[in-house]
């Protein structure tokens, strides 16, 4: 998201069903300077993998659950 408020498209089209890679993923936010993160995901040996750039829990809370929300509207729009 950038300071507007906006989500920021990640330049290759969008297709629901094709996974992207983690590393593509990552180096996008880092070239667009993302202010604050949370990752989420599984390593290697499926285990689950939690971490944020904020303190406050309750903010990367927010942030998660708004991007919950934004994914939950693009399904509706199908």
Request: net charge negative; proline share 5%; with cysteine.
């Amino acid at each position: 998201m950038n300071d507007n408020g906006n989500i920021i498209q990640f330049p290759k089209p969008f297709d629901p069903y094709e996974d992207v890679p983690a590393n593509d993923i990552l180096n996008f936010a880092i070239e667009h300077g993302l202010k604050d993160v949370v990752i989420v995901g599984w390593d290697n040996e499926g285990k689950e993998f939690f971490s944020g750039s904020m303190a406050d829990g309750c903010e990367a809370l927010w942030l998660l659950e708004r991007a919950k929300y934004r994914l939950m509207k693009v399904v509706d729009n199908e």
